[in-house]
């Protein structure tokens, strides 16, 4: 049915265009911006729950012999709903927040998720890496959003290069793709035969690892703070860091099929989810520790991707999706009406603004992995899986948990204690002191979700979800694995509860990730492009500039060997050099029609001795 | 029909040079008329080309050499005469104001569009090599007559090493000459009979003949050095011809004379031109960084996406190669030629707009401008976005028609060199969105409040530009299904 399957194009296609209508309107369109952009995200959000009943697929040629295809599937469907309900919260949310270049930022918005649900969608490298790559840009325009500062145009600038040079891998991934199957399908990737197999699983891991801020790339997360406050709650819960993990859960056979990339995957990803948890507990600024946690959260998907925990790794993207979306708002709630995000700071923050303070509690305790809240169970999905494979593997996975809790605590105590002497308003901007209808509406819904989410690890219903995302068995969350993740949770959130830590400078620095990615890559690439400038200056160029140089000199030298007129064969050759060398003087004096006249001249000669030979 | 649209601009030329003073106004019109009735010729030959070599006028020229007046259209030259067409408008529209000697500048336009679309019409050796030296000239008129800076030293140097270039060209097409059975310049008979296939040793020679003249006009590392100076010192629309039109004229060489009628020697040294194409994008991609003058940056970014097309054509020649991957990169290649052509041209208009306000290029002074001229800045953006290869507009569409294609022969030094290359891709990002932050970005800079909104006529120059590389890059089967029969030809005539 061609209707159907035209929604596989409808679906990514409404928000993009939209969005590039709305971001191009400039100041006439701010006025009407949030209500188009709202509507517009409404009805792509039906569009995504017809798209997973129905579940289009269309396609269209291309490059020769490759076609561009988009479909959805069970994994898709699940992805295009969580997109777009986020993205409905999220743009209700920025209706109350944002009030400067409103067409710009709901355009770019909408061609941010546009670009999210058509990398969810499609079914080949090229049209995955097209998304991709949009999705990069636009979140380069969202965090630098505010560009009359530099430093946040300089952050943005870091977000976009860092998330490129991992989507260098699927560039590579294509052409080996190509080399090895001859097609660019993902489904196809898993029988490319050696190396091809190897060499496309290193690409697509490198560009998931890049775009989804595990280790070593983890460094632009923090960069992207600089972005208006929607814009993270949308960057960080269902869009751009999810698009990595997507993509590997997406592809795990590949990875599976490798070997050694399922364990890659999965050792970064509990590696990130450990390290980037204790930046997070370091952290002094909520938004940073709200930041630092979606590493971390995103390692445990990575992780789930590594060990063939489909069915766990996508539950906890969808449940970390509303969780890290409710944080968010709150945050940005806070730190409108307040003026501040820093934690000492937002002492008694939750008991100014109890809407706030409730839904972001109930975040704050789902993402702690406090039973019985969602992440509780969809991590436990994950690790009841890691435990099976790997014992190293599962006690890396465990700290990390454990630390989940202790961060999310941390957060949820600094907001819920009461105002004391730390607590201070408008240091970082002057608050409103109120949060707006539209601000606080989508938090309800958002903490519902976040709270019952949970639900899918009963099972029945567990059992139901693996059968619509297609995977193989996997274990689901277990009565032991359960109770020991909740203690854990428990043993940490009362652990942080009324202490004063003292962080590392390493942790607090994100473990100095950005230093380092400045001193080994971007420091030496500049040096070497300043040296290479020189070297084009001083010697290619030098060379021809010698080369000229010489010839005239030469020229002048058989001149004077002509006029004092030695012998015969002496003075044909310097003849020869002499016109040589005025041959090129004479441009010199800026009559080339003339010179160009004599190379005519000679054009005719050549024709002549040619026909005159043949 | 094609000599009509080839020699018309000419014609127009001439009318102008006799025209006993026109005022201003009055060149504009019958320039941007003119130009505007030649793209609207190329569309309709575009609209009826069925494939293969279409339109094609023979007549006898110089018959005791061999050389006619031989012409056609096919899928190689179609999307050039198309974009040089569309060029030659914008930079009519572009040129309305502030042009001094607007007379003999609009016919020296009209003359170099007839010479331009000439060559890639020609289908005979001598009668492209006219149009190569002619166009070496018109643009040094151009430039030493309507530059600013240094532009008589730049002009000079230029034509001189450009025109040392074309020598060594034409001793290359000689040489084809003399190896053809019967000997002919006439470039249909010569790749149908390639010359040379008993001689590897001298098919070498001529092939690096060809391929020195024809590297030197690309440019490809390191003939690169006349390119800079030239740019820096040109004007804007001399500029856009120069990097949009011009330096297509050599690498469409490559797809159209050295690979066709040299295929053996094409074959064994398709590594060279890996190895070429891969240093010198990554080569003109890190000059370009290092750049603090924003028009020698996007000189250096034209070598580097000139690298991509001469990697790409290498790879093509790779025997071992998969012939679908080489046939994807040739087509990768032709789509770089028309995008660069398009973006880059967008690109030193842009740049002509600011050099018309502050009359200084250099990044360090400049700021903040998207605040004075919002529109400005965000033309620039996605000149520059189209530039480093964002899907969506018309660079991607090339470049992963390249890396795909240059990877996907699947030998392992292709794979490398894809590999390699691929990181030009991330350094252009980087150096384009350092413009983005230290001109159009951030607090106002010393010159800035200098900085106007660009006019209508500037709007109308650029705006098309980027709107077909827009158009291109989402839905790009019009373009390529043109292109890949073409490509496809090209890979089976090499692999000979």
Redesign the interface.
Known sequence: MPGVNALAWALPALPGACGALLS?T?RRGDRVAPAAALAVTAATLALAVTAAVTRPRAS???????RAELAVDGLSAVLVITVSAVALAVLVFAAGEIHEARARFFGLMLLFVGAMLATVTATGL?PL???W??MG?MS?ALI?FW????DR??S??VA??TT??GD?GL??A???A??GT?T?DLAGLAAAPRPWRD?VAAGIVTAALGKSAQLPFSFWLSRAMAGPTPVSALLHSATMVAAGAYLLLRVQPLLAATGWAATLAAWIGALTALLLGAVALAQRDLKQLLAASTCAQVGFMVLAAGVSAVAGGTAHLVAHAAVKNLLFMGAGAWLSALGTKDLAELHGAARRHRLVGVTFGVGALALAGLPPLSLWVTKDAVLSTVAERSAALHVVALAAAFLAAAYAARAGFAVWSPRDDATRDDTERSGTRRVGLLAGLPMPPMAFVAAVAGVVGVPVVFTAWRALLGTGPEPGPEGGGLLLSGALAVAAALAVRGRRLAAPRTLAGWLYLERGAVAVVWRP??S???A??RF?DRV??GA?RGV?RAVTVLAGWSRRGDETGVDGAVRGLAAGAARLGAL?RR??T?Q??T??AQ?AVV?VL??LV??LV? | MLSVVVFLPLVAAAALAVWRRPGPRAVARTWIAVSAADLLLVVWMWTRYRGGIAYETRARW?P??GAGYHVGVDGLSLPLLAMTALLFLVCAVGSLRGTRRAGPYAALFLALETVCLGLFAALDLLLFFVFF?LSI?GM?FVI?GWGHGDH?RSA??F???T?LGS?AL?LGF?GL??GSRP?TFDMTDLTRNPPLADAPGTAALVLLAVAVGLAVKTPSF?FH??LPPAHTDAPAAGSAILAGVMLKMGTYGFVRIAMPMLPGAWQRYAWVFVAVGVVGAL?GA??A???DDLKRLVAYTSVNHMGYVVLAVGAAGLVAG?A??G??AV?GAVTQMVSHGLVTGALFLLTGVLWDRVHDYDLGRL??I??RA?VFA?LTAVAA?ASLG???LSG?IAE??I????????SPGA?AA??LA??G???T??LF??V??RAF???PGELTPRVTEMRPGELAAVTPLLAASLVIGLF??WL?DVI?PA??AVVSLVSR
């Open positions: 191009v400039g269209v040629a291309l490059f020769a012999g490759l090229a890496l097209m998304a790559e949009v840009a380069y630098g560009w009359r500062d530099g145009v300089r943005a600038t976009f290069v490129r040079a260098l560039y590579l294509a052409g080996c190509l080399a001859g660019l060499l690439v500049t070497l492009a300043r290479l400038a084009d290619l160029d021809v000229s090129l441009p010199q800026g080339v029609h010179y160009f190379a054009l050549l024709a040619i026909v043949r | 110089i005791s050499v030296d000239v040094y030493a008589l000079l140097r034509f001189l090493y025109f020598l034409l000689i000459y003399l000997r390191p050095t006349w080569y890190l000059v960084l290092a750049q998969d679908r991957a046939e994807l087509s700021g903040g998207a605040g919002p965000g976005f964002l899907p969506g991607f992963f028609q890396f795909a294609g240059v990877i996907g022969t699947g794979v894809g590999a691929v990181i891709v991330l350094i990002a980087a969105l350092r983005l932050h970005l951030g607090p790009p089967r390529l890949e490509a496809t």
